[in-house]
């Protein structure tokens, strides 16, 4: 049984790519930080329904106490499926943004990806197989009015999805990112109305979790073992 580490793993893309991986036959570790109550939730439901689950608790922009987590858990055996979904949003036009929300988002998306990330490497390496796939945005791709940050924090993952991936492909592990559009979770509903949807998605409505966690079981799949480096959007046609 392979071994899934899901950052973010309580919202609402994180909780449908826990579950399809548990599906997939995975072990899956649900990451949370505030929403630990949730991740353990999840994984309750998950083992209940014949899954194999369990939640971790740290903050991924803390090294030292991701390191004291994620360490003992690749000490025998490698972490070989791993998703960066955690990233927060904090926006504001950038004239009128303060620095800690700058700095902030920075941190979650691309000081968190690091963290989390190098220390499952070298096992990952020595079991020459994996996958690393990260969650961006849209935004990292076109940027977005009073996203600059979170904008730019997607824009460094998605190069760092490219470099990774020319390091760790002869170690037959790939990296690649997903760039999802908007998709239909509790913090899209307050920013997007359907009438907004229908003008900003050709295809007049807003994707679902379900969907970005279908194209992740894909990628986190053997049948995906020559995709790597690529940055994939999911967005219903907007670009």
């Known amino acids: 049984m392979k071994r899934a580490l899901v950052t973010g793993g309580s919202g609402g893309i994180g909780a449908a790519i826990s579950r399809r991986l548990a599906a997939d036959g ?40 991701v390191s004291a987590i994620l360490g003992p858990l690749v000490e025998d055996e490698p972490i070989q499926i791993l998703v960066n979904n955690a990233g927060i949003h ?32 070298m096992p990952m390496i020595r079991s ?37 991936s020319q390091e760790v492909a002869s170690r037959g592990i790939t990296v690649n990112a997903v760039a999802p559009g908007i998709i239909d979770t509790a913090m899209s509903e ?3 109305d359907a009438q907004a949807i229908a003008h900003m998605v050709p295809m007049k409505r807003a994707g679902t979790p379900t969907e970005v966690a279908d194209l992740i079981s894909f990628l986190a799949s053997t049948q995906a073992t020559y995709i790597t480096g690529q940055i994939i959007s999911i967005n219903g046609g907007m670009i």
């Open 26 to 65: 995975c072990h899956v570790y649900i990451h949370a930080n505030q929403g630990i109550a949730a991740a353990q939730q999840l994984a309750a439901e998950i083992c209940a329904a014949g899954g194999s689950a369990e939640a971790l608790q740290f903050d991924v922009t803390d090294s030292a106490a």
């Open 90 to 121: 904090d926006d504001a036009v950038f004239p009128g943004m303060r620095p800690e929300q700058w700095h902030r988002v920075i941190d979650v998306s691309v000081n968190g990806f690091f963290n989390v990330t190098q220390p499952l490497m």
């Open 128 to 164: 020459r197989w994996g996958r690393i796939i990260n969650v961006s945005s849209i935004a990292g791709i076109t940027g977005n009015r009073g996203q600059t940050n979170y904008s730019a924090a997607k824009g460094a993952l998605n190069a760092a999805t490219k470099s990774l």
């Open 190 to 192: 307050s920013a997007f």
